[in-house]
């Protein structure tokens, strides 16, 4: 069975850093990318940045774009997406996802996900 666990939120002062992790188990079947997602209270899930497995382009929201950064160690089957920068408005809880496409102009769009983590709260604050 397909599972994601995400690791690595806490607290932390606006500027620091975080690194989160995302650990896929169960697949069998290769997946085209995965992609972290972000949803603060009140707000609608977004999407942060992807990874995608073919070719190992990333993509970003523009709100992160300079200070988050995504990598995928294939070895261990986990995808990280490194924080630097933290401001107040990236606290939300993060979740990782992917499915059985990838489609590179849509791939912020929730919808296009069929598997989730759990995943992991980061608060930025002082």
């Known amino acids: 069975q397909e599972q994601l666990l995400e690791s690595g939120g806490e607290l932390v002062q606006p500027g620091g850093s975080l690194r989160l992790s995302c650990a896929a188990s169960?697949?069998?079947?290769?997946?085209?990318?995965m992609t972290w997602f972000r949803q603060a209270p009140g707000k609608e899930r977004e999407g942060v940045a992807c990874?995608?497995?073919?070719?190992?382009?990333?993509y970003y929201a523009s709100s992160v774009k300079g200070r988050f950064t995504v990598s995928r160690d294939s070895s261990k089957n986990i995808v990280y997406l490194q924080m630097d920068n933290l401001q107040v408005e990236d606290t939300g809880v993060y979740y990782c996802?992917?499915?059985?496409?990838?489609?590179?102009?849509?791939?912020?769009?929730?919808?296009?996900?069929?598997?989730w983590g759990q995943g992991t709260q980061v608060t930025v604050s002082s």
């Open positions: 996802a992917t499915g059985f496409g990838f489609w590179a102009t849509d791939w912020a769009n929730p919808q296009r996900y069929s598997f």
């Open positions: 169960g697949f069998t079947w290769n997946y085209y990318a």
């Open positions: 990874f995608s497995v073919s070719d190992a382009m990333t």
